[in-house]
Nanobody
Framework: QVQLVESGGGLVQAGGSLRLSCAAS????????MGWFRQAPGKEREFVAS????????YYADSVKGRFTISRDNAKNTVYLQMNSLKPEDRAVYYC???????????????WGQGTQVTVSS
């Protein structure tokens, strides 16, 4: 498995931006698709975005499409989530995850980070 550590969360005003990073270590020689998920208080964990190993394919939840961008730098073993035009409803703990297949289903991801808090004030 690969170990994942997220960073970049914080407090931002509505309309602002944040960039989350997820650094991978361990079995980084394997080809992993990566995803970002989030969990708001009292809600189920939900899919945000995913990216194929090559970075050539990306997929977004409708709620973030056009505002968030997922990218990766395989040379740095890092995946990013650029979040623009943030809304109060984007407030959640954001998790990155690795999967052996390009997917949006949490059950397909077998390595997870510890999460980073994103808070958006109105």
């Amino acid at each position: 498995q690969v170990q994942l550590v997220e960073s970049g969360g914080g407090l931002v005003q509505a309309g602002g931006s944040l960039r989350l990073s997820c650094a991978a270590s361990g079995r980084t020689g394997s080809r992993y698709a990566m995803g970002w998920f989030r969990q708001a208080p009292g809600k189920e964990r939900e899919f945000v975005a995913s990216i194929s190993w090559s970075g050539g394919s990306t997929y977004y939840a409708d709620s973030v499409k056009g505002r968030f961008t997922i990218s990766r730098d395989n040379a740095k073993n890092t995946v990013y989530l650029q979040m623009n035009s943030l809304k109060p409803e984007d407030r959640a703990v954001y998790y990155c995850a690795a999967s052996g297949r390009y997917s949006s289903r949490p059950s397909d991801f077998n390595s997870w980070g510890q999460g980073t808090q994103v808070t958006v004030s109105s």
